[in-house]
């Protein structure tokens, strides 16, 4: 996720100013081993001079990455973090070795003694960690003053992140200082005794930030998923260099990896909520693997951070069933209750628009509002509404508030297969009314049955309803039913108007009915994927009525057509490893 940079830059520098005056290290304990994984073609990318930062492409052929001058200060923060590095040393040749090496001591040159964006304590981790995972690459055929200068500027961050760790943020941007300085602490000679206390902040953190279902504040899978990555790479490191790992680490890193199973579709992906995609190939299963838990029983009952997976045979679904997060936690949220995602095999099929934070503030803003995510709206409200308080202002952020809160949650399993019933608050304070959505996946996976409804259920929301229907001259509530498709999905309409067919890749048919008096149509959307220059165009159905009663119930269908084969062979993915 681009975060932005954090305050206290001050108390920073007069850190990294005492830093720089510690005894540096002269070495590595043992040889590091890289963890973290690039992406071939991205360093391709580099070395040919295309630099691709959060949306943004610059081609300058040459050029060293420091010079690149992009529209948003804040996105010049995402290359200090040295994440590119794992993408060079993915390619590997000379030229991303000399890349790497060149590009490395020259941020020394610039920003070692303080300056520029790079000096905030989650950065500082995050970029100890490439610079340790990586030495090899950067040090091979470097002469002993380039050398000295390296192992001078590593030991000076070791030292400034022991001093401020505890000012960056809680959640990922403080597991990623923490685990930078065991990372380090553990690898660099004379630096064993930072080792300890981050040991024990860290511990402190699992208990503090991870609850007792494996979940984080921000209900984000993919930043789950980055802080199940960086306890891995801490737990490795600690078990590597003769260390217990803390029993909170390890019980955080057993409650994390059930959720996170929870939260994947049957393609490999995460579900996309709350500012997160589906996360890096391959991440997930590496992590899994390197904690060796194993998984257990299918989840049935229960909630994943807030989130329900309803599976049968190769058709996944996972429901946003909780509120969304407040506060600080809440700063990336999404309006997305009751909104779910639809995976058949290896084929995304129903999605959310995702995160528009890479395309910048307009596109972020649209994408966490109900209308860009795949559930009933009011036209013109979002189920939890943005606001931004003095600081949020300040800063361009604004957080849910007005947030839904869900009045009724039941799943189980009927004899027809999965059912799901939940219904939240979104609209009740503005228009008397509460959305519930009916939900049953068949038993063979090739059918999902939906009745979306909104009623005003107590009193006091049919009363707010009925003064706000006389006050609208009885021209009831614009309602929206939307099921936003991922770009690979072919559709278009069908029996004269009362369907829509759906055609994946695969060679898998899926057809989408209702039995509502609901105008039904197949408009534009947009897909926000990390890594492209823009939103990818895509398509949407969407159901729109108006509600003229206390109650109105739209029915739908989503299933495969006769036709389509139990099974198909889809070993064919043409997705591109960096999308341009």
Known sequence: MLRTPGRGSLGNRLAMWRALRAVPAQGFVSQPEPRSIG?????????AGNFQFAGQLVEAPGAVIW????????????TQGFVWLDDLAALGDSQARARAQDWTWD????????????????????????????????????DRTRSEAYYRSLSAQVVFLSRRWSHAARGLPRFEALTGLIYAGLALLGMGARVAPAVAALALECDREIDAMGGIPTRNPEELLEVFTLLTWAEQALAEAGHIPPPALVAALERIAPSLRALRHADGGLARFHGGGRGMEGRLDQALAATGVKPGPAVGQGLAMGFVRMAEARTTLIVDAASPPGEAAGLWAHASTAAFELTSGRRPLIVNCGSGAPFGSEWRRAGRATASHSTLAVEGYSSSRLQAGPMQAEAGREVLVD?????????????????LYLAHSGWSL??????????????????????????????AERARFERLMTDGRLEG????????????????????GAAVSLALKSGEIW??????????????????EKGRLKPRPTWQIVLTTRAMELETQIGWTLAKAQDTPLAIRDLDRDDMPVPI
């Open 67 to 78: 010079d690149i001058r992009l529209d948003d200060p804040a996105l010049a923060y995402e």
């Open 430 to 459: 503005t228009h008397g009314l509460t959305h519930a959505r009916d939900l049953l996946l068949a038993r063979d996976g090739r059918k999902l049955t939906g009745i979306d409804t909104m009623a005003a259920q107590t009193p």
């Open 403 to 419: 947030r839904a809160q869900v009045t009724a949650l039941r799943q189980g399993e009927v004899p027809g297969g999965l059912h």
């Open 107 to 142: 941020w020394i040159a610039r920003f070692g003694h303080g300056q520029g964006p790079g000096w905030t304590p989650d950065l500082t981790g995050r970029r100890l960690i490439r610079w340790i995972n990586h030495a090899l690459l950067l040090l091979n055929g470097q």
């Open 511 to 528: 057809v989408f009915r209702h039995d509502s008096g609901a105008k039904l149509t197949l408009e534009p959307s947009v897909y926000l």
């Open 39 to 47: 992406l071939y073609a991205r360093g391709r990318q580099l070395v």
């Open 477 to 496: 509530v614009g309602l929206s039913l939307r099921f936003h498709l991922h770009p690979d999905v072919d559709a278009a309409v069908d029996m004269g």
